[in-house]
């Protein structure tokens, strides 16, 4: 079954105790990606990667690393959590499909993060 | 910049009435794709559609069928005979880069038995 699986799904912390989500895809999707949902903001993409090796900031990197160093795994790392980062947390993964463009985003389950 | 708008912070109808959710887009490029997902109250993300910019066609899926307007840069989504199951958040995303989705906040959706 194609999914894009993150880990944890639950996760409360305090601040400044380094913590990483992990996301993994069984799809080889070269696109990947995370995003956090905030209410009223919808989802806003934090980091992505368009294949091994190759990462670049979204729109809101700031308090966040990420590291793609298997096709299918890109894990979130947070150094040093502060609670403005208590969000849902989501991972994506992509395709190009050549000259018809590309599939659409497939999401992980979400990761509820608490920093208290 | 791309920007996408869903004015519509809550709506809440009866069974079986039809609904329309709005969404609003703004982009310089001449390709790029839209999108409906939906997020029911268990919090994971479901595609609805996936539309590219030069596809103007309608799109009836069911009971669920999308409207898309280059002219008014609209792309809006209608239930028809709603059912509580319909009930989530909404989401509609526009991609211009193939790594990127910038969304809009999302229209929830209640619909009352």
């Known amino acids: 079954e194609a999914q894009v699986t993150q880990n944890p799904r639950y996760l409360i912390t305090v601040t400044g105790k380094k913590l990483t989500v992990t996301c993994s895809q069984n799809m080889n999707h070269e696109y990947m990606s995370w995003y956090r949902q905030d209410p009223g903001l919808g989802l806003r993409q934090i980091y992505y990667?368009?294949?091994?090796?190759?990462?670049d900031k979204g729109d809101v990197p700031e308090g966040y690393k990420v590291s793609r160093k298997e096709k299918r795994n890109f894990p979130l790392i947070l150094e040093s959590p502060s609670p403005n980062q208590t969000s849902l947390y989501f991972c994506?993964?992509?395709?190009?499909?050549?000259?018809?463009?590309?599939?659409?985003?497939?999401f992980g389950q979400g990761t509820r993060l608490t920093v208290v | 910049a791309q920007k996408v708008t869903q004015a519509q912070t809550e709506i809440s109808v009866v069974e079986k009435e039809d609904v329309t959710l709005d969404c609003v887009y703004e982009?310089?490029?001449?390709?790029?794709?839209l999108f409906w997902y939906k997020q029911p109250p268990s919090g994971e993300l479901v595609f609805l559609i996936r539309r590219n910019s030069f596809d103007e066609q309608n799109e009836i899926s069911g009971r669920y069928s999308w409207n898309f307007q280059k002219s008014t840069s609209s792309f809006n989504f209608t239930i028809t005979a709603s059912q509580v199951v319909d009930s989530a958040v909404y989401f509609c995303?526009?991609?211009?880069?193939?790594?990127?989705?910038?969304w809009g906040a999302g229209t929830k959706l209640i619909i009352k038995p």
């Open positions: 994506a993964s992509s395709s190009p499909l050549g000259g018809q463009g590309r599939t659409e985003a497939f």
């Open positions: 995303a526009l991609s211009e880069a193939e790594y990127q989705l910038i």
């Open positions: 982009t310089r490029d001449t390709t790029y794709y």
């Open positions: 990667s368009m294949n091994v090796e190759v990462t």
